[in-house]
């Protein structure tokens, strides 16, 4: 039910309609009350933490995934090779337990959430989630002393770490939906908070507007089960093969897919779903791909049938200097 509720939601967050303008009048309240929050911390009247590294804030204005984790795993390996030792602080959104805590090989999805858990495994950098970003911070740097730039996903609206760059993902597919704050919409902020951020990165294609397009690069699959054993999607060329996908715009995924040239019959979840065996057990034995995003959190009970796609970030190199020139200021 609230899977459903959630895609269901996102739908009509894309259109002007009279549930939508019913419930204008509290998107004014809340503008009024996220406004006066952020003024409050920028006039120091709610105390903000300064971290003694320089911070990058990755986030979005939307409700809903925009393509920040792709980013944030490349950001950490473009400061890498720049010479820097980056950390992540998350909130974890959907973990279990609560307090700040490290993210580990052996962590799972539940306790630490599906995306920290991801940018661990892939960049093998410092990763700590907790709701108290600035307790992240503060345990994160004890326990890396020699991390000198810390980026936290997401956490935009998350004013009390204050920030040196502030990136700003938009799916250029979904936009902001009918341009409205919450409820009647899916901003958490005003589009004209864009003009403070130091860099905006569309994630796909735009007919035009100023920033960096994003695109992401489909590898090669990989099967779920053993974690090792790769493949190329031609080999599931003229079958039907099922999909599933948790994320921001789960149709950005299946479509990708067809363009690969899969016959696909696809199911879409919400967001950080938390998977049962249950809710793929429509595949039955068949071929069976998800995002990898997905995959940590079907790993336990995976089926040798059961593969993920990863992807990865491509962006023009003038993001990275930009970033760079402003950490080494």
């Not at 944030?72 to 090779?81: N, P, S, T």
């Not at 489909?218 to 089960?225: E, Q, Y």
Request: glycine share 10%.
């Amino acid at each position: 039910m609230r899977n459903g509720f959630s895609i269901w939601i996102q739908r009509q967050w894309q259109h002007h309609g009279f549930c939508q303008l019913a419930l204008i009048p509290i998107s004014w309240l809340f503008w009024l009350i996220s406004t006066s929050r952020r003024k409050a911390y920028a006039w120091g009247l709610l105390k903000s933490y300064r971290a003694p590294v320089p911070v990058i804030v990755v986030g979005n204005l939307s409700v809903g995934g925009a393509g920040k984790t792709p980013l944030v795993i490349w950001l950490m390996e473009q400061l890498k090779e720049a010479g820097f030792t980056p950390g992540v602080v998350s909130r974890g959104y959907g973990r279990a337990r609560t307090g700040v805590a490290p993210v580990g090989a052996l962590s799972l999805p539940a306790d630490v959430g599906d995306e920290p858990l991801l940018i661990h495994k892939r960049t093998q950098c410092p990763v700590w989630v907790g709701a108290d970003r600035a307790a992240a911070c503060r345990d994160l740097l004890r326990s890396h002393p020699d991390c000198d730039v810390i980026v936290s996903d997401d956490g935009m609206q998350h004013y009390r770490i204050q920030r040196d760059i502030e990136l700003v993902v938009i799916d250029a597919e979904r936009g902001f939906g009918n341009g409205q704050l919450l409820p009647a919409g899916p901003l958490r902020e005003p589009m004209s908070r864009l003009k403070d951020v130091d860099a905006i990165i569309y994630n796909g294609e735009v007919a035009s507007g100023s920033g960096y397009t994003m695109r992401l690069r489909p590898g090669k699959v990989t099967n779920l089960s053993d974690g090792e054993t790769l493949a190329s999607l031609d080999i599931w060329h003229g079958m039907k093969v099922y999909a599933v996908a948790g994320i921001g715009n789960p149709m950005r995924f299946f479509r990708q897919l067809k363009e690969l040239g899969l016959d696909v019959e696809s199911r879409a979840f919400s967001d950080h779903h938390a998977y049962a065996p249950e809710d793929l057990a429509f595949a039955e034995n068949n071929p069976l791909l998800m995002t990898e995003k997905d995959a940590v959190k079907c790993r336990g009970f995976a089926k040798p049938s059961w593969w993920y796609l990863p992807v990865e970030a491509e962006l023009d190199d003038g993001l990275l200097t930009e970033v760079v020139s402003k950490l080494r200021k």
